[in-house]
């Protein structure tokens, strides 16, 4: 509690992203499961849906029922990311090879001896 704890502290913009595992949560669902955390010490006034620093991320699972919550630590906003998502982007790549091929095709290829 004490690494979220310090995470809300740092007075960062936050939104919420809300996942269902094998399942889809209707918009009502996910403000109650949001409302859930309304004892943290969240500030209404840092929540930023799109320019966001911290996303904090519930996930709903479904087979065990229970929640789960986190903060999202890899993310990529978008293509020019400096980030590792970004940097191994199949678009990107100048070359395409067997570790970057259809899985089905790989497969073929490495039983052809």
């Given at each position: 509690m004490d690494k979220l704890q310090a995470?809300?502290?740092?007075?960062?913009?936050?939104?919420?992203?809300?996942?269902?595992?094998?399942?889809?949560?209707?918009?009502?669902?996910?403000t109650n499961i949001i409302e859930m955390f309304k004892n943290l010490p969240f500030e209404q006034e840092l929540v930023d849906l799109k320019n966001f620093d911290v996303c904090y991320r519930v996930l709903d699972n479904e087979p065990d029922g229970q929640i789960y919550f986190g903060e999202r630590i890899a993310y990529c906003r978008n293509k020019?990311?400096?980030?590792?998502?970004?940097?191994?982007?199949?678009?990107?790549?100048?070359?395409?090879?067997?570790?970057?091929t259809d899985h089905e095709l790989a497969f073929l290829m490495a039983n052809q001896g």
């Open positions: 995470s809300i502290d740092k007075k960062s913009t936050f939104r919420f992203s809300i996942e269902g595992i094998n399942k889809k949560i209707p918009r009502e669902q996910q020019n990311d400096d980030t590792y998502y970004a940097k191994y982007d199949l678009k990107k790549r100048p070359y395409l090879g067997p570790t970057s």
